[in-house]
């Protein structure tokens, strides 16, 4: 196998990881500990409703007196009263009677309509492939210490390998009225938007990533908007309506010092406010997923990314800096949701160009990243959405590509803890990016991986080349108890 | 002229009328109802007491054991000038205190050896082991003997009110609940249901 080809494996494999990854949310745990059905904060799981993202907003807390709600036997590591006798004692603290923890599974079933598509030529021309049905496993553990500490964690378990997705400590209400500042210390999502990063029902996610750096060849490990990073992040609620968060990470700078700081400003009016406090569940108890709503956010986000300069003769690593600018809107009228985003990405270090003395060097490269999803609540098990995504890219002196993906598809609860989503994937490009040599290159990225980007060029295909593919009917299943 | 069996009849009538009377009175009345409490996990934690009532009371000893590190019972009701005797049959040693009120430490102690108290003032005193932090009981300490705890459906009882007006209250370890002005009368049973939240 060829270094080249090597790359590419290596590469896919990665971002494979990353997309298996990501289906996180569901987590019987809570069911148990609140003694309550997993329909209380999901629809199709892992979508929340608004009951539910209040809960995730609030760290993993019910609105009013988290304790007063939990059913679950707890053991009692000191008393309410230890708090007159602190610090002669320690400050009291409890813990789940029994392991907070659950498993799930998911994976999914391709078909190839097409065999001259993308996917199936990069797999023999198959036509169908049972490859990922089961795509991994997931334990997940979420428990409180008290009122205000929480912890959620998520391990998932693949062929390619274990890994630690989430390991979060969250300290709640730490000053000020409740909810207003609360740190979250660990590894984990950096929230971008007020909604949950899974808040999709046909993809993994609901904003999706343009990992550049890959798409370039340049990383096996791009920098990529969604992903799990270590790092602290302030976050909060105030009077209801506004949230915030901001937050410091390591990003992709491992071995390196982090300059990573984002930072996301959201405000919702109407509906249930975003910490869900005056309300236990939802207005409709028949329809907890509806309700009449626009919540909007901004976001901002500076990253580094390491990796080896192909340019510099002795390997040193290059810098290439991003920034980016983006906002969502979604809007909610009773059953029917629209979620719409954009968010424009600049990086320092990426594209192929010459220099003037006509050496290669990373250039400037920016992209543009628009998704939409339209979705509607027809039965409590059954969710119909279109979803669309595009990718641009804009070399520094070269010419700008885009890649549209086009998702329709039924989401659907088999049971409140298990689901399956036919999902469509089309895609149109209007061009690829292209390498140092001017090779065309793949395209890469999205919201999952069973509809990602994955246009590749046809052996005869210029860069300019226009390509549409019908890639692949999925079948995702995914369980969790 | 009256007939002497007649007469001793009579006597026979007026007495016992009399002494049902005066039993009636010594009796009271009884305050009953139910306790509605909001989450219900918190309901064994609940006292329906009066909150003021004049009069002495003869003081008497409790018992609270320590027993498979729980204490038992979790909640007892006495009244001020009462004393509670802290038994411990673990084979482990323990220790109690309270950092309530006044607040006490009545040190360690092993199997089969105890430790009292005596609460001179009205109040809720949490007990504590040092040893073992998982360890909970209330003493609830009324000024008047007029308490009683919930039964785990959340029915109460106070019984032999003196006939009075007075105001019932309620105390809950975790919530809050509303007082109410009861009139009792000799003899009879006033119901009163009451609603506790946060």
Redesign the interface.
Known sequence: MSRRSMFWARAGVALALFALAAPASAIPAFARKYGTSCLTCHTVYPKLTPFGEAFRRNGYRFP??DS??V?QET????????K??FPD??W?GSIPGSLPVAIGANGFLRVHPDKTASTPRAGNGTQFTFDDLVGEMQLWAGAALDDTITLWGEATFASDGAGIEHAQMLFNDLVGPKHAVNLYVGRGFPNIGSFGPHSSYIADQMVPNAPVAAVYGLSEDPFMLVENYNGVEVAGVVAGRAAYNFGVNQGKSSGFASEDWYGHLGFKLGGMRLDGEGSTGAEDPLHPWAENAVTLDLFAYHANEHFPDPNAPDALFANNVSFTVGGAVRAQYGSAELDLGYYHQTHNHLSPTLDAEGATVLGEVKADVLYGELSYVVFPWMVPALRVESISLSPAGGTGVTDWHIMPGVAFLIRPNLKVVVVGNFESADGFPVDASGSPLKWQGGSADWGSFVMAPRPTALPATKQQNLESVAIMAAWAL | MIDPARRVARLAFVAVACALASAASAQGGTIAGKVEVTPPKYLEETVVYLKSVAGTYKPQTHAIDQKAMKFVPHLMVVTQGDTVKFENHDNVVHNVYSPDNEGYNLGSFKQNENRSYTFSKAGVYTQLCSVHPEMLAYVFVGQNPYAAAVDKKGHYSIKNVPPGSYQLAVWNAHLKGPEKSVTVTAGKTVEENLVVKR
Do not use: C, F, H, M
């Not at chain 1, 053991?75 to 230890?82: C, F, I, K, R, S």
């Open positions: 009013g007196v007063d709600y059913k053991v009692a590591l000191g008393q309410e009263a230890n007159k006798t004692s320690v009291p």
